[in-house]
């Protein structure tokens, strides 16, 4: 039997269908590779001996870090905060506007709404009126803790509308009431209602030793008027009502439209003729209208002198306490003598 030989043919290169025409059969072997930069090959051996070096010296700072927190000061405790005047804490100067709160309260609570004191109380009160009292003014008087308990007192003052028993207007009065407020585990608690309180007392004129009254009409409240005028309103000249030598610049632009007296209070009574350089100081209490209507009263004390026969401004701006010798001629200026024996101010 005869074998029939065959010959395997080698597969084709399929590469050949989709190489372009021209291209050598071996582009792909001989194709020029990306440039590669070299590896850095001594990289891991430099990280191995940072690593190291790095360990080493957590191992020498442990032992210090370990000393400086064993022998590290305690930390202070922090004082509790208090004002430089009365050395009163946050929590007991609150009380003072907790009891102005208290006071308000109570003073408007009435039998048919009282829940203007539930705030402050867990039981209202019996024994409230119909009539709210009508105040103004709450501020807080004193506030003195009591040494070695959590109480505060609180004194508050107000001003109450009250009524006349002469059927006139009804007026207001300065009262003034105590509240005491506890302030342990750092809350605030009333004890008990206000209580009124006898105040201090009041003085009926701003200024001390100011009991005469000036006629409005009269040659000093005159030119009070006139240079408070050109002063405050810009209503004629400032200087044309001052001592020779005094100099005070008005109110630029002018504060007020319109100048209305109200009182002129002297410690006494000037003479009806008073003798060149006598000396007056006056309280001028004047009402004051701005160009929208709107009204204020304010206090000034004048220091007035005498001279030619006339009152004229000194000082706007002086204390509100008598000088001495007001109403007497002025004395000499006190002058300075190189001579020891020699008195200041002594009259030749």
């Known amino acids: 039997m005869m074998k029939l030989l065959t010959r395997t043919r080698p597969p084709k290169d399929q590469s050949n269908k989709t190489r372009p025409k021209g291209h050598p059969k071996n582009a792909t072997a001989n194709a020029t590779l990306p440039a590669q930069s070299a590896s850095f090959t001594n990289g891991s051996t430099i990280g191995k001996r940072t690593t190291s070096t790095l360990l080493l010296i957590c191992l020498a700072c442990a032992p210090i870090s370990l000393a400086l927190t064993l022998f590290r000061p305690a930390p202070k405790p922090i004082a509790a905060t208090t004002t430089q005047s009365d050395q009163l804490s946050v929590l007991q100067q609150s009380a003072g506007a907790y009891g102005v709160g208290l006071v308000g309260a109570w003073l408007s609570a009435t039998r048919t709404d009282p829940s203007s004191l ?57 009262r003034f009431f105590e509240v005491n407020i506890d302030t342990a585990k750092n809350a605030l608690a009333a004890v008990g209602l206000p209580a009124p309180k006898a105040g201090p007392g009041l003085a009926t004129s701003m200024g001390v030793g100011f009991n005469n009254q000036l006629s409005q009409d009269s040659p000093a409240a005159q030119t009070i008027q006139l240079m408070l005028a050109a002063y405050l309103t810009g209503q004629g000249s400032v200087d044309s009502y001052l001592t020779p030598g005094v100099s005070i610049a008005p109110v630029t632009p002018a504060a007020f439209t319109g100048l209305s007296p109200v009182s002129f209070l002297s410690p006494t009574a000037p003479d009806k003729a008073p003798a060149d350089g006598t000396v007056m100081p006056v309280q001028a209490t004047v009402a004051l209208k701005t160009a929208d209507g709107q009204l204020v009263t304010a206090t000034y004390f004048v220091h007035l002198t005498v001279r030619a026969g006339r009152w004229e401004v000194t000082d706007l701006e002086v204390s509100p306490t008598p000088a001495d010798g007001a109403h007497a001629p002025a004395k000499p200026t006190p002058t300075t003598s190189p001579s020891p024996t020699t008195t200041e101010g002594a009259t030749p």
Do not use: C, H, M
């Open 118 to 174: 539930q705030p402050y109380v867990s039981t209202v009160p019996t024994g409230l009126g119909e009539v709210p009292f009508e105040y103004r003014n709450l501020s807080v008087a004193s506030i003195a803790p009591a040494t070695g308990t959590s109480l505060v007192t609180v004194t508050v003052a107000s001003d109450i509308k009250t009524k006349q028993s002469d059927g006139k207007d009804p007026i207001w009065v300065r």
